[in-house]
């Protein structure tokens, strides 16, 4: 099934009504974190997908007149992604969409959620220097394809990957300049492909690019403005979604009818104790400095209140003249309130929060100290893969339930949800990622019959891509991607038959049916592994042969192909050396 299309001007107006209305209040002491099952299934027309985005999949980095991104530039440098990888090939999606659009069919999926490169269709991101045609003419090709398969499009305009450019000659997100850019940049998207993409999402978690590229540093472009540089980022950036709003409202909206939203990332926040108000305080402070941030000006048309008082007061306490946290003029905050058709969710993990008191000195002012909270992790909570990422199911309904309680009720999609593993080996037997889309997509259906809008769910993320400054160390794809083969071959894991039977139910239809899909999919990944094992074993031989035939560059291209080398490997190319030395010595 095709996402639901609705008339637009009935459906717009009803929409902004959404939008506007007034908040209600969220009942922290509400206990729904119970872990019964609940069999059921959604709504008829819940559209199902899978994720992805230009940077980490696409690959072709300086391919066909794309121009330079701040993830080339900051992944080129020496130590700021783990084992200086880059996203140069990543998973060739340039060059794979018949194939990957195949394994979206395979999956019976309703939608695709993707976004565009901005350097790929304009090289230095200023729309009068020059528009790349060969950039353009591979979105429209993925486009049609998807089109032709009977799947949605749902665009993401920036996924982080601003081009270069507007970084060197502006300082990208800090200067106000770049919501023209920006701006330009969303028109000639929707004039190219807006006659066929209907859900535009014009940033992916910008809460990520604030702090990680301008207060921590661990993300492109790289900067550490600690105390300012998030907030200065996050301002510009919430101005460049309510322009991009209004253009789309103004200009395409009558006739291609389509809808334009956001996607945040919320990690929920649970008080340590429910009945403690000071935790209860600290835990809502933690889910308005995440979401709230974002979602509050779109919705209500200013920062959370919260955020105004905490940022305020140490800003006082540290002797400045005014606070860090920016402000928006009246006028800005009516220009900015209700410019959402629908929102988009990103939610991985959980953490208990409770209070904590940082002091306010003038040099150690941070987004972190600002908050005055701890976040904690139980340490039973399962944490497969990524470090910060634990499963905690029922965290995902109380901040659905949260959402709707601040903001409305708003249509909602969930954008991003999945889980990584950090495995050195290779398994396709991803049992624990069966878990998580199972548990997290059962709370999602409970959020539904409480009475939350959500309308989609995308699984993060299709491929196993490059994980930003984690490199290829992290995999949260559904299809594993062998990236040490320079074709990159993607393989299904278990969880893609799972996944697929949740899709082909809508839901979870009743214990005996559910409690086989597992077994069946566990079936279908041990061949596969074997598949995968002879494949990555042919490929280690090659390299040796390689290796013995031309020593240097052989041993290059092993050292960027083979990332993790087996001992196994490590023995036969001792031996071959062994060889090479007898065969010299006899002649």
Same mark, same amino acid.
């Given at each position: 099934?095709?996402?639901?299309?609705?008339?637009?001007?009935?459906?717009? *107006? +009803?929409?902004?009504?959404?939008?506007? $209305?007034?908040? %209600?209040?969220?009942?922290?002491? =509400?206990? &729904?974190? @119970?872990?019964?099952?609940?069999?059921?299934?959604?709504?008829?027309?819940?559209?199902?997908?899978?994720?992805?985005?230009?940077?980490?999949?696409?690959?072709?980095?300086?391919?066909?007149?794309?121009?330079?991104?701040?993830?080339?530039?900051?992944?080129?440098?020496?130590?700021? *992604? +783990?084992?200086?990888?880059?996203?140069? $090939?990543?998973? %060739?999606?340039?060059?794979?969409? =018949?194939? &990957?659009? @195949?394994?979206?069919?395979?999956?019976?999926?309703?939608?695709?959620?993707?976004?565009?490169?901005?350097?790929?269709?304009?090289?230095?991101?200023?729309?009068?220097?020059?528009?790349?045609?060969?950039?353009?003419?591979?979105?429209?090709?993925?486009?049609?394809?998807?089109?032709?398969?009977?799947?949605?499009?749902?665009?993401?305009?920036?996924?982080?990957?601003?081009?270069?450019?507007?970084?060197?000659?502006?300082?990208?997100?800090?200067?106000?300049?770049?919501?023209?850019?920006?701006?330009?940049?969303?028109?000639?998207?929707?004039?190219?492909?807006?006659?066929?993409?209907?859900?535009?999402?014009?940033?992916?978690?910008?809460?990520?690019?604030?702090?990680?590229?301008?207060?921590?540093?661990?993300?492109?472009?790289?900067?550490?403005?600690?105390?300012?540089?998030?907030?200065?980022?996050?301002?510009?950036?919430?101005?460049?979604?309510?322009?991009?709003?209004?253009?789309?409202?103004?200009?395409?909206?009558?006739?291609?009818?389509?809808?334009?939203?956001?996607?945040?990332?919320?990690?929920?926040?649970?008080?340590?104790?429910?009945?403690?108000?000071?935790?209860?305080?600290?835990?809502?402070?933690?889910?308005?400095?995440?979401?709230?941030?974002?979602?509050?000006?779109?919705?209500?048309?200013?920062?959370?209140?919260?955020?105004?008082?905490?940022?305020?007061?140490?800003?006082?306490?540290?002797?400045?003249?005014?606070?860090?946290?920016?402000?928006?003029?009246?006028?800005?905050?009516?220009?900015?309130?209700?410019?959402?058709?629908?929102?988009?969710?990103?939610?991985?993990?959980?953490?208990?929060?409770?209070?904590?008191?940082?002091?306010?000195?003038?040099?150690?002012?941070?987004?972190?100290?600002?908050?005055?909270?701890?976040?904690?992790?139980?340490?039973?909570?399962?944490?497969?893969?990524?470090?910060?990422?634990?499963?905690?199911?029922?965290?995902?309904?109380?901040?659905?339930?949260?959402?709707?309680?601040?903001?409305?009720?708003?249509?909602?999609?969930?954008?991003?949800?999945?889980?990584?593993?950090?495995?050195?080996?290779?398994?396709?037997?991803?049992?624990?990622?069966?878990?998580?889309?199972?548990?997290?997509?059962?709370?999602?259906?409970?959020?539904?019959?409480?009475?939350?809008?959500?309308?989609?769910?995308?699984?993060?993320?299709?491929?196993?891509?490059?994980?930003?400054?984690?490199?290829?160390?992290?995999?949260?794809?559904?299809?594993?991607?062998?990236?040490?083969?320079?074709?990159?071959?993607?393989?299904?894991?278990?969880?893609?038959?799972?996944?697929?039977?949740?899709?082909?139910?809508?839901?979870?239809?009743?214990?005996?049916?559910?409690?086989?899909?597992?077994?069946?999919?566990?079936?279908?990944?041990?061949?596969?592994?074997?598949?995968?094992?002879?494949?990555?074993?042919?490929?280690?031989?090659?390299?040796?042969?390689?290796?013995?035939?031309?020593?240097?560059?052989?041993?290059?291209?092993?050292?960027?192909?083979?990332?993790?080398?087996?001992?196994?490997?490590?023995?036969?190319?001792?031996?071959?050396?062994?060889?090479?030395?007898?065969?010299?010595?006899?002649?």
């Amino acid at each position: 099934t095709m996402l639901p299309r609705c008339a637009a001007p009935v459906c717009h *107006v +009803l929409l902004l009504v959404l939008c506007l $209305s007034a908040a %209600e209040d969220f009942d922290w002491t =509400k206990n &729904d974190r @119970s872990s019964s099952f609940y069999y059921g299934t959604f709504p008829t027309g819940f559209s199902w997908g899978a994720g992805s985005s230009a940077y980490q999949t696409e690959g072709a980095w300086d391919k066909d007149g794309k121009g330079l991104s701040i993830w080339d530039v900051f992944s080129h440098k020496k130590g700021r *992604v +783990l084992r200086n990888d880059t996203g140069d $090939s990543s998973c %060739e999606g340039y060059y794979k969409v =018949k194939d &990957d659009v @195949s394994l979206m069919n395979e999956l019976k999926l309703n939608h695709y959620r993707f976004s565009i490169s901005w350097p790929r269709i304009i090289p230095t991101g200023i729309k009068s220097d020059h528009i790349n045609e060969k950039g353009i003419q591979y979105y429209n090709e993925l486009i049609d394809h998807l089109l032709e398969n009977k799947i949605t499009p749902i665009v993401t305009l920036y996924h982080w990957d601003l081009p270069q450019v507007l970084q060197e000659k502006y300082g990208g997100w800090q200067n106000v300049s770049i919501v023209n850019h920006f701006n330009d940049f969303a028109s000639l998207c929707f004039e190219k492909f807006g006659n066929r993409v209907k859900y535009w999402i014009t940033f992916n978690n910008p809460w990520s690019v604030a702090v990680e590229g301008y207060e921590t540093g661990e993300h492109a472009p790289g900067l550490k403005m600690r105390g300012t540089g998030a907030y200065r980022t996050a301002h510009n950036i919430i101005k460049a979604h309510a322009k991009v709003w209004h253009t789309y409202d103004t200009q395409w909206r009558g006739r291609q009818k389509g809808l334009v939203g956001i996607s945040l990332s919320g990690e929920w926040g649970e008080p340590v104790d429910i009945n403690n108000q000071k935790d209860i305080e600290a835990a809502e402070r933690y889910v308005q400095f995440y979401l709230g941030w974002f979602a509050t000006p779109i919705f209500h048309g200013d920062y959370p209140q919260v955020m105004k008082d905490y940022i305020g007061r140490k800003s006082t306490q540290q002797g400045l003249g005014s606070s860090r946290l920016p402000s928006f003029s009246s006028q800005e905050k009516s220009y900015i309130k209700g410019t959402c058709d629908f929102l988009g969710i990103g939610h991985f993990t959980t953490r208990y929060i409770t209070q904590k008191n940082y002091p306010a000195s003038r040099g150690g002012a941070s987004f972190f100290t600002d908050r005055d909270l701890a976040e904690l992790v139980d340490p039973r909570w399962p944490d497969p893969g990524s470090e910060w990422l634990y499963s905690v199911p029922w965290g995902f309904r109380r901040l659905l339930n949260f959402v709707k309680a601040q903001y409305g009720n708003p249509m909602l999609y969930v954008t991003e949800n999945g889980v990584s593993e950090k495995m050195q080996c290779t398994e396709l037997c991803d049992d624990w990622r069966i878990k998580y889309y199972r548990d997290y997509i059962n709370e999602m259906l409970k959020a539904i019959k409480d009475g939350v809008n959500v309308r989609g769910y995308t699984a993060w993320s299709l491929l196993d891509k490059f994980e930003w400054d984690e490199g290829y160390s992290e995999r949260f794809g559904l299809y594993y991607v062998d990236f040490r083969s320079k074709n990159k071959p993607r393989y299904p894991k278990a969880s893609v038959q799972y996944y697929k039977r949740i899709i082909s139910s809508n839901g979870f239809p009743n214990q005996r049916e559910v409690e086989t899909w597992k077994r069946r999919a566990t079936e279908t990944c041990s061949s596969s592994n074997q598949l995968l094992a002879a494949e990555e074993q042919r490929s280690t031989a090659a390299n040796i042969l390689r290796l013995i035939h031309d020593p240097l560059t052989s041993h290059m291209e092993m050292v960027t192909e083979i990332v993790v080398p087996t001992v196994c490997t490590l023995c036969i190319l001792l031996s071959a050396v062994f060889l090479m030395f007898l065969l010299r010595r006899r002649n």
